[in-house]
């Protein structure tokens, strides 16, 4: 089997195939307890404990992520986040040209796509302010689930803080002033638009493919499409995309070796 990871910063996302590529499991963990009970601590690194995840004998490790430049693990070929991210697309969808946008828990980051080749990117790593850790304190402000809140996006009342802390601030002060929850988690939605928007229509392609776990939703999908008047496509797969980049990037490797052989 081959196993792909991705080194989240709040999560850890695993897939494992067959040598085919076809998908056997994939799991989501949240990143301590993936250390805790599926680590084991050796000298020249971290080992994954397949043997408790129930998984058999794994060929090949590819491993990508937050994590991959703080934890080594054992056996694993590492690749940037943006490559497997490219990649993961690129596989789920078929699709060679492109602009990818993926929403992480504390990231996101933009990739235009041209014959199947990463040709430029944006990233914001600096503020967890256009990111699903945003949209997970605004849901708790707002005491709705992150799936009720990714129901909204019409009517979204004015919200106009750039940063996640005083922008909780700021939501309180729409809900005191009396506005729904329908018209305050759209809002919530629209800022998250309005700060990926820069680095969208710089970036931008006829077709978006939408991945990383705030793609689960909806509201982003639709606004983005609404506003920006272009197709997004949400792969089968958006939360696991940059594992299933570490998998595409181990068979497009064996590939090579073969045709090499």
Known sequence: MLCGIDLGSRSVKMVLTDTAGNIRLSRVFET??????YGMR???????????????KVEEVVATGYGRNT???VGATVIPELKAHALGAIWQTGLSDFTLLDLGGQDSKVIKVRKKKMVD???ND????????????????????LEELSRYSENPVELNSTCAIFGESELIGRIVEGYGIA?????VNFTIYKRIKPMMTSLVSDTIVFTGGVALG???????????QREVVVPQYPQLNGAIGCIAYAL???DQHAAGN
């Open 183 to 187: 018209e305050l988690a759209a809002g």
């Open 252 to 254: 497009e490797k064996r």
């Open 126 to 145: 600096k503020c967890a302010a256009s990111t699903g850790r945003y949209l997970e304190n605004m849901a708790n402000v707002l005491d709705i689930t």
């Open 121 to 123: 990117f944006a990233t």
């Open 218 to 228: 909806q509201a982003i999908r639709t606004l983005i499409e609404r506003e920006l």
């Open 71 to 73: 934890i080594d693990i």
């Open 32 to 37: 301590v307890r993936f250390y805790r009970e």
């Open 42 to 56: 050796q000298q020249d690194g971290l080992m994954v404990d397949f043997a408790t995840l129930g998984v058999g």
